[in-house]
């Protein structure tokens, strides 16, 4: 079992910048693949970003590549999301979540979720 918390979301303006974070309990954290997710008001959850095991290979959607970086200290049980760059369709809430095998996917095929942080970005 894997309980996953995000913080670090808010309200910036845009061109500015925000790092979300997940802390995640348990002891195997480290041989999970994880992801980032987020939802628009009134749109279906997306996916924004995810990175495997150990941190050696990532993904983004094509709507944040280049201004969005998904890290993992295995260290600390924690992701992260380092968002510059930022614009108002950025508005949503990001979710964390971690799936029970060390490869990812785009699909919201994760066993585990985080409540979810609000990140708005004014215009």
């Known amino acids: 079992q894997v309980q996953l918390v995000e913080s670090g979301g808010g309200l910036v303006q845009a061109g500015g910048s925000l790092r979300l974070s997940c802390a995640a309990s348990?002891?195997?954290?480290?041989?999970?693949?994880m992801g980032w997710f987020r939802q628009a008001p009134g749109k279906e959850r997306a996916f924004v970003a995810a990175?495997?095991?150990?941190?050696?290979?990532?993904d983004y959607a094509d709507s944040v590549k280049g201004r969005f970086t998904i890290s993992r200290d295995n260290a600390k049980n924690t992701l992260y999301l380092q968002m510059s760059t930022l614009k108002p369709e950025d508005t949503a809430v990001y979710y964390c979540?971690?799936?029970?095998?060390?490869?990812?996917?785009?699909?919201?095929?994760?066993?585990?979720w985080g409540q979810g942080t609000q990140v708005t970005v004014s215009s």
């Open positions: 979540a971690a799936r029970d095998v060390s490869y990812y996917t785009r699909k919201e095929d994760y066993a585990y």
């Open positions: 348990g002891r195997t954290f480290s041989s999970y693949a």
């Open positions: 990175i495997n095991w150990i941190g050696s290979s990532t």
